[in-house]
């Protein structure tokens, strides 16, 4: 059955905002450690935010204080809320839950993460 399900891209203008939502199955919310991810076609896919179980949560240099990463345990839902958007910040969106090779959350890249959403394209013009 389906893990993850994200939601909330679209177009919009340099300097807007966007929350995108990513519905988890309990057991990929339950895990240690969620995150976004971002991938442009012919580059790898990039780490963006991620949180772990405690709330901690951690951010890469190009998105830190404008990105914020929440969860909503009632609703099992992971949350991107971007805003100041720049054109850069044009990709595809992942949601990631489970890790499934031993890491940190703020050390986790693509590869240690075992299940993926299907994705929402977010672009800024």
Known sequence: ???????????V???GSLRLSCEASEYTYSGYCMGWFRQV??????GVASIDSDGMTTY???VKGRFII??????KTLYLHMNSLK???TAMYYCAGRLVV?????????RHFGYWGQGTQVTVS
């Open 70 to 75: 929440s969860k909503d345990n009632a609703k």
């Open 102 to 110: 031993a890491t940190t959350c703020p050390g986790a890249t693509s």
């Open 41 to 46: 076609p012919g580059q790898e896919r990039e």
């Open 87 to 89: 054109p850069e910040d």
């Open 13 to 15: 203008q340099a300097g």
């Open 1 to 11: 059955h389906v893990q993850l399900v994200e939601s909330g891209g679209g177009s």
């Open 60 to 62: 890469t240099e190009s």
